[in-house]
């Protein structure tokens, strides 16, 4: 007789059909093309560009992993890792959901509600996406304005700002070493921008984890 699937191992079943879908998907576009017009990319050229930057992409994908799933959870994770935009959105979204529940996402109670609000958030920018294509020109004036810019540059920090506010206070000791690591990094690097915040969530993670675990090691927290 066969074993019902528990909740877990059908996320994991899932979720590995959906991220090789996802794959599958995004390779078969440079495929259709090279096919459409009936040419192939110079190899030499492409193999100079991924070693230029596959080695960066692999290791944060790899940190990703081991950063994002004891935030977000199994679901969450495979649900962010095929919609994108993580770190911007689905993070905040479901880290604000579990809290409100005051759940954890190693929990079954914040697996599910972290997977239900990323998946929420997903549906929420698809649909403002769809509507934001069909009202682009005609609201173009008004996006553009002078007067606006400063509000539109403020979304992020604005929404990374309340949720650090909830965490710093509860987690005082723990936030300053990388609250100062990350104000050190981003004020004498130039490099570092609003691009790298994928790079840095995984970075500022590990570094908290190391700074905690010497903290208690000391006996400090």
Not at 42 to 57: F, R, V
Not at 159 to 172: M, R, Y
Not at 176 to 203: C, E, Q, R, Y
Request: hydrophobic letters at 55%.
């Amino acid at each position: 007789m066969k074993k019902n699937m528990t909740y877990l191992e059908s996320v994991h079943r899932d979720g590995r059909i959906w991220g090789v879908a996802l794959c599958l998907i995004i390779f078969l576009f440079p495929i259709s093309v090279c096919l459409i017009f009936k040419t192939l990319p110079d190899w030499q050229a492409l193999a100079k560009g991924l070693l230029a930057t596959m080695p960066m992409y692999w290791a944060v994908g790899l940190v990703e992993i081991f950063t994002y799933v004891p935030m977000l959870g199994a679901g969450g994770t495979y649900l962010s890792f095929v919609t994108g935009n993580i770190s911007n959105l689905k993070l905040p979204c479901a880290i604000d959901a579990m809290e409100r529940a005051k759940v954890s996402a190693s929990s079954e109670e914040g697996e599910i509600i972290s997977t239900i609000a990323i998946a929420v958030s997903s549906i929420v920018t698809t649909i403002i996406i769809l509507l934001g294509v069909i009202f682009l020109i005609p609201l173009s004036p008004v996006l553009n304005s002078p007067v606006l810019k400063p509000a539109f540059d403020m979304i992020l920090p604005a929404l990374f700002g309340g949720l650090a506010v909830v965490f710093i206070s509860k987690n005082l000791k723990l936030s300053v070493a990388p609250v100062i690591l990350m104000l050190l990094l981003f004020i004498f690097v130039p490099a570092l921008n609003s691009g790298t915040v994928g790079i840095m969530v995984p970075v500022g993670v590990l570094f908290t984890v190391a700074v905690a675990r010497i903290m208690y090691k000391k006996g400090v927290l």
